[in-house]
């Protein structure tokens, strides 16, 4: 089985804070992916990386940096919080064509 | 350009009624991938089923199944006999191969079963 977590189910930060969003994979995959989800505008790609500390752009990178130092791991992290990064964050890994997802953390920027 | 559209944004039936969930998608790949996900209020998004584009092969998996039609460009996901705990948010996905590794997903259709 596919194992992908995340660090937290829920995270509350202040407007400013510099916010580490951690995702764990188990399965050995090269490819891992973060996306937000928001009401009405679906999934939306951040930042995804096919091998340790190689990374590229999604669609909406801007506010966003991401890590990737193992091949475990992939980290997002967002260096300023702002109230319109509030959302939720959905962590996927990838070995063949098929993206299997973590539980996703749900981040509030107040 | 890849594009998933899933125009059905709400539905709600009946529990034990069938509910087909409609995906239309675009591509200039001549080789894809199909998918649809599940995400329950949990949050987490499940995988249920990936196809090829070049199997076109129906497929049925206990009260689920999905059409695929290359002809229209559609790839449609059917409940038989819903229950509540197929309640949930649904995504339909493309993943190309010519245009880059990305998935690209629909808005989603948001099924809710009434007991």
């Known amino acids: 089985d596919v194992k992908v977590t995340q660090s937290s189910r829920y995270l509350v930060k202040r407007t400013g804070e510099k916010v580490f969003l951690e995702c764990v994979q188990d399965m050995d995959h090269e490819n891992m992916f973060w996306y937000r989800q928001d009401p009405g505008l679906g999934l939306r790609l951040i930042y995804f990386?096919?091998?340790?500390?190689?990374?590229e752009k999604g669609d909406i990178p801007e506010g966003y940096s991401v890590s990737r130092e193992k091949k475990e791991r992939f980290s997002l992290i967002l260096e300023s919080a702002s109230t319109n990064q509030t959302s939720m964050y959905l962590c996927?890994?990838?070995?063949?064509?098929?993206?299997?997802f973590g539980p996703g953390t749900r981040l509030t920027v107040l | 350009a890849q594009k998933v559209t899933q125009a059905q944004t709400e539905i709600s039936v009946v529990e034990k009624e069938d509910v087909t969930l409609d995906c239309v998608y675009e591509t200039r790949d001549t080789t894809y991938y199909l998918f649809w996900y599940k995400q329950p209020p949990s949050g987490e998004l499940v995988f249920l089923i990936r196809r090829n584009s070049f199997d076109e092969q129906n497929e049925i998996s206990g009260r689920y199944s999905w059409n695929f039609q290359k002809s229209t460009s559609s790839f449609n996901f059917t409940i038989t006999a819903s229950q509540v705990v197929d309640s949930a948010v649904y995504f339909c996905a493309l993943r190309g191969t010519n245009t880059g590794n990305q998935f690209y997903f629909g808005t989603g259709t948001s099924l809710t079963v009434i007991p």
């Open positions: 996927a890994s990838s070995l063949d064509h098929t993206q299997y």
């Open positions: 990386s096919y091998d340790v500390k190689m990374k």
